[in-house]
């Protein structure tokens, strides 16, 4: 089978036990602060684990994209040393949500391994949990028994393991359980014939491997680390999709199965190498197939290169896999080259890589293109602080700057390593360790997740009600209350999503006052946080009243449906290519970007603004409802990239104008906006644009600002409004005109000057020496006058210097003949003259500057320059 039929295959095996195929999660988790990529098939059901989002269907089997780049799961360094490691994977998987236990999921586990992909069953080995003391958690005899009442695996391939290796938990709090993962034995020839201990399974040998994991969730760990049974108990699985590619082709290693094989069959085509010729050669054809999936799906879903976050990932990540092609002898842009044969074997089963195609394309390559030029300043770099560790008799190139060379230019440490000691230098290589720990801080980017800080126990069963698409206030009850947060069964207050900010607004009845700042969503509750005014937090079950601040809500409800009409007049103006990229729906502005290759025209940008504005003046209905996903595409709903989406979908639609799915509150006709105005346009990153714009009373007020503004400006150059811009170009041709004249009255001064200088010039042994203190506006013009000063000697050598707000400025100049038939060099000269006033500097052999924090010796340095002149001559 190829790796499509696999994939497939197991969907189908599930769906015929009843599972609901549910698509996989974008990459880029949404809602979960703890993660900066979805690293698990669970991500996506970890509410539900948690009890904060009602199960949609009590089975449930996909095949989840997953990154891992950093953190105990993958160490990115790795990837590419070895076989098997990624930093993009599948995971297929199949959940019970208190439906089925551990008696079905080994089952069928074992039903589709061996009867329906028909491995051999005496290669096939099941661990169970032989418990663990401290938990006072008991050998999973259940599990255990079932393998073999349920199964016909040998029973001496029943194997106990502890904790480590058999009990999976979500996090240090929350839902936990022991596990029975599969291993196979891939064969004798695998095995780790340098260390006998590493023999069987878990014992770190390559020749067994796990190929799936069966989790059953049945505790939950306390705050105080003590662990309870679940009220209802679940099944987790996990298959690690390119190892059972791997396994079922009958191959050693993932690289070569046919989920690569087009990669680097591309690879081999655009550098002339092959896989298989073994070392780094090898080494830069599996780091490149990797790279370039875990880029791609990343960039689909949303993610762009950049300097924090996931996008600091995404840039380190380019960067490592440019480097590796340097490997193999290409320093153009090439690794976009690779998205064609990813999309051809990968974008039927995951259709958005082949939708923004020509997007992630752009992206990397507009990447590429940069870091280049960041490579070879790299190099330079190393060179220059070499040179400055030989120049002190050093030989330790330290950590701080591998790690600089290695996080900013792409330099993997085992190169610097290898330049390092070609020039006799050894690398601080715990110093380097020190700084890589500190930048794996910054690029995990999470925060503690708020379920950890909230009272799931006493949250149980409950969730609350959205009811702010037609209401400002409601009378609800408390579910839960702290301090700073408080859950109601109800509200009218919008959940930050979406882009849109959270509301702001007021809780209260007659004991208490609490004042809502913001509102956020957690799982299925609604979290309102802020403070009290007055009172303390109520009881679960307390009557009170929610209102949202209207002040705040009736701009951020013009902004956001502002950002439709925006969103559809770029894609008319400009082209169906663009595609919304972000967003901040905020009460006093909004912000979109979206995908673009090139600064907006300013002719498109008025046709543009103009076009929202139309649509605003005719009073468009807004109106909205909910429909199933495939009904809402069909009907031309646009669905954000990135975004996921249930079977069920809410669809805002501006008259036949724009129809887009959003889950966002909105005016409900397009006269309520009032106004709009583009107030910015510009980059955020390689292949993404941003506007910014206002609306309502503050687009108003932008415009009233700017007619004012005009206003004085006509006052200041002494004409009408209109022809403000015609008398500024007069103004600035006449200004121009006239520096050209002050600059020609220099140039003739400074000729005068010069020539009273040559005339003064010091002959020492036939050389015309002139050494002066002159007046000029910036060094610039110093460096003109010492030009000018070596063309009129003809033979002879200059040293002028000057002072400038207080510092002083040297050149030298040496005419050519000199250079050639004497050997002095104005770099030579300007270095000793320099030394003598309390500076430095350096320069060509026919020009050279310096300066100094002072005027104090410049006289002196000056007074000295023929004494100089005369020992080099010497």
């Known amino acids: 089978m190829n790796s499509n039929e696999i994939r497939q295959s197991f969907l189908d095996f599930f769906k015929g036990k009843q599972h609901h195929i549910v698509p996989s999660a974008p990459v880029i988790p949404q809602n979960d602060p703890t993660l900066l990529f979805t690293n698990a098939g669970m991500n996506q059901f970890k509410d539900i684990f948690l009890g904060t989002r009602e199960r949609p269907y009590p089975r449930v089997a996909d095949s989840q994209k997953c990154i891992r780049v950093s953190g105990k799961h993958n160490d990115l360094e790795e990837v590419g040393r070895d076989t098997y490691h990624h930093t993009f994977f599948e995971m297929l998987g199949n959940w019970s949500f208190a439906d089925y236990f551990k008696a079905e999921a080994i089952e069928w586990a074992w039903e589709l391994l061996t009867n329906v992909w028909q491995l051999p069953k005496d290669r096939l080995y099941a661990t169970v949990f032989s418990g663990d003391k401290e938990d006072h958690v008991p050998f999973d005899k259940e599990a255990a028994d079932l393998w073999r009442e349920v199964t016909d695996i040998p029973p001496d391939h029943i194997l106990p393991f502890g904790k480590k290796d058999n009990f999976w938990e979500m996090g240090q709090v929350g839902p936990c359980g022991p596990c029975s993962e599969i291993h196979i034995d891939i064969g004798p020839e695998y095995e780790n014939k340098s260390d006998a201990s590493k023999s069987g399974v878990n014992s770190g040998s390559s020749r067994y491997i796990e190929i799936w994991n069966l989790v059953f969730i049945q505790y939950n760990r306390d705050l105080s680390g003590k662990l309870h049974q679940l009220p209802y108990q679940h099944v987790d699985t996990g298959a690690g999709f390119e190892r059972l590619v791997a396994v079922l082709q009958n191959k050693g290693s993932n690289y070569d199965t046919d989920l690569f094989k087009p990669l680097m069959d591309t690879i081999s085509s655009l550098t002339g190498y092959h896989y298989g010729q073994g070392g780094e050669i090898d080494v830069a054809f599996r780091v490149l197939s990797d790279h370039i999936r875990a880029l791609s799906f990343a960039i689909a879903d949303g993610a762009i290169p950049g300097n924090e976050g996931q996008g600091y990932v995404l840039r380190r990540l380019l960067r490592r896999a440019a480097r590796f092609g340097r490997i193999l002898n290409i320093k153009e842009p090439f690794f976009f080259h690779l998205v064609d044969p990813l999309v051809d074997k990968m974008g039927h089963a995951y259709p958005e890589i082949k939708e923004r195609q020509k997007h992630i394309t752009r992206v990397i390559k507009a990447e590429e293109e940069s870091f280049n030029r960041t490579l070879d300043r790299g190099i330079e770099l ?493």
């Open 382 to 874: 190393f060179e220059e602080i070499a040179q400055k560790i030989r120049k002190k008799g050093e030989t330790a190139f330290p950590g701080k700057d591998a790690f600089l060379l290695h996080d900013t230019y792409g330099f993997p440490l085992d190169l610097t390593q290898l330049m390092a000691q070609e020039r006799g230098l050894n690398v601080d290589s715990d110093g380097f360790n020190r700084e890589m720990n500190l930048q794996r801080q910054r690029s995990s980017g999470v925060k503690q997740s708020e379920y950890e800080t909230l009272d799931l126990e006493l949250l149980a069963g409950k969730k609350t009600e959205f009811v702010g698409y037609t209401l400002d206030e409601v009378e609800s009850h408390v579910e839960y209350a702290d301090d700073q947060r408080i859950i109601l069964s109800s509200t009218p207050l919008y959940a930050e999503a979406g882009g849109q900010v959270g509301d702001r607004g007021t809780i209260f009845n007659d004991k208490i006052q609490f004042v809502v700042d913001t509102t956020k969503q957690i799982g299925q509750y609604i979290v309102h946080h802020g403070k009290y005014k007055e009172g303390v937090p109520p009881a679960q079950g307390t009557k009170v009243i929610a209102k949202v601040d209207s002040e705040s809500r009736r701009p951020t409800e013009r902004n956001h449906t502002v950002t439709h009409l925006l969103h559809k007049s770029l894609r008319k103006i400009l082209g169906d290519h663009i595609s919304q990229a972000g967003s901040l729906v905020h009460p006093d502005y909004m912000r979109f970007d979206f995908t673009h290759f090139e600064k907006i025209s300013r002719k498109d940008l008025e046709q543009i603004e103009q076009m929202v504005n139309e649509h605003i003046l005719r009073d468009l209905p807004v109106s909205w409802r909910y429909l199933k996903l495939d009904e809402a595409k069909k009907m031309g709903a646009v669905a954000l990239f990135g975004e996921k989406y249930g079977d069920i979908v809410r669809m805002v639609q501006v008259d036949s104008f724009s129809r887009e799915l959003c889950g966002g509150t909105h005016v409900d006709a397009t006269g309520k906006i009032g106004a709009f105005v583009i107030t910015s346009e510009s980059a955020v990153a390689a292949g993404i644009r941003r506007i910014e714009a206002l609306t309502g009373l503050n687009a108003m007020a932008y415009m009233k600002k700017r007619v004012e503004m005009l206003s004085e400006a006509a006052q200041l150059v002494g004409a009408a409004p209109e022809k403000v811009p015609s008398r500024i170009k007069a103004l600035l041709s006449e200004r121009k005109e006239l520096e050209n004249q002050i600059k020609s009255l220099q140039q003739k001064g400074a000729s005068d000057i010069i020539g009273n200088l040559v005339t003064k010039s010091q002959p020492i042994d036939g050389i015309n020496v002139v050494c002066a203190l002159v007046d000029v506006p910036n060094m610039d013009g110093l460096k003109t006058m010492g030009d000018q000063l070596r063309d009129r000697l003809k033979s002879g050598v200059g040293i002028l210097g000057a002072d400038l707000e207080g510092k002083a400025a040297l050149v030298c100049v040496v005419t050519k003949d000199l250079i050639e038939t004497k050997g002095l060099k104005a770099g030579d000269i300007i270095k000793k003259v320099a030394r003598i006033a309390g500076g430095g500097g350096g320069g060509s052999p026919h020009m050279a500057t310096a300066g100094a924090k002072d005027t104090t010796h410049l006289q002196t340095a000056i007074e000295s320059s023929v004494d100089i002149v005369k020992d080099l001559l010497d």
